[in-house]
Structures are given as C-alpha cells and as structure tokens.
C-alpha cells in the first residue's frame, strides 16, 4: 500500500516539476481544403467567362456536395466557389433540390439554381418564369450538365444570366 503511495506522489511530482510559466506556442492554423472537382462551366450575360476548377475552402466560403447521400425526398445540394478564367475574383454557385428523386433530368421547378458573389452583393437565380432551366445528374450524384437561365437578383432582370456546361463534385 505504502509502494502505491509512493508512486502516485512521485507521478504528482514529476508532472509538478514538469510545468512550466513559459506561455505555450500556438499551433499553426489548419491549411484550408484544395478541392479537385474539375469544372467546365460557361457564363454569359452580367458575369461573363469559364470556370474550370474551384478554389480552396477559406471561412464561410466552403464548397460542398451531398453526392449519393441523399433519398428520395430528401434535399440534395451542391455549392462551390471558383474562380472565372484567369480572374482573381471568386463566385460561388449552388444546386439544391429539394425533393431529390435520384440520378436522372431536373426542370426549372425541381432545383433551385444560384450564382453570386462571394459577400452576396451580386445574385442571380431562377426566380422568373422566364428562367428556364435543366439540370442532369448522374448515377454517382456528384457529376452532371447544367443549362439554366437566372434572373438578376438586384435589377429583377429575367434571364440576365446564362450558366452552362458540365459540373463536378467528385473528389
């Protein structure tokens, strides 16, 4: 018993002994995330050009899919931030259905289509009837096309935006 003793007050000592007043480093913050899904995505209209890749999550400005998570009924959703041809500026697009139904074609009443600037100054999606849209998603739920028509947010414009080509969110 007086053994067990010893050794719990040696242990006691030795973790006293051990501190120090010296002000602990901080450990260096977590690098952010480099995404690899290739985009092929062309805009015209208000924002013209491609985007082909997106950039590394930084804050709140994350990218994200669900993939093949979702089931019938559930909400899918894909929203990435890239850069548009050899611009440093940063937009950010998002996919949501809200219903989703699996792999297969997606109409202007089944997803919500969104492209904006990274503070949200600038937004347009299909909100009009005008806005037309077709949204395919493959058996994987992380590649597909997009053809979409967006309304300018600020202006009210109708299909002031014209978004298209090939999306992915595969890693």
């Known amino acids: 018993m007086l053994r067990g003793a ?11 002994c051990g501190e120090s007043s010296a002000a602990q480093k901080a450990s260096p ?12 995505l062309t805009l015209a ?10 950039v590394a999550d930084v804050g709140t400005q994350t990218s994200a899919c669900t993939g093949a998570k979702p089931r ?5 959703s894909n929203k990435f931030y890239g850069t548009i041809d050899a611009s440093a500026a940063v937009w950010g ?6 219903n989703y139904g699996g ?9 919500a289509v969104q492209l904006h600037s990274t503070d949200q100054a600038q937004v347009w999606q299909n909100t009009s009837a005008s806005d037309k849209v077709v949204f395919t998603l493959d ?7 997009i053809d979409a028509l967006l309304t300018n947010a600020d202006s009210g414009k109708a299909s ?8 992915n969110c595969k890693a």
């Open 160 to 167: 002031a935006e014209h978004l298209t080509g090939a999306w």
């Open 103 to 111: 792999p297969g074609t997606y109409d202007t009443r089944a997803i």
């Open 93 to 98: 697009i998002d996919f949501v259905i809200q």
């Open 6 to 16: 010893g050794i719990v007050a040696l242990c006691v000592l030795l973790m006293a």
């Open 29 to 40: 913050s977590v690098a952010p995330v480099q995404h690899t899904w290739n985009q092929d």
């Open 139 to 145: 058996r994987s739920g992380q590649t597909g096309t």
């Open 45 to 54: 209209g208000d924002v013209n050009g491609h985007m082909t890749g997106i």
């Open 72 to 76: 019938p009924g559930e909400t899918w």
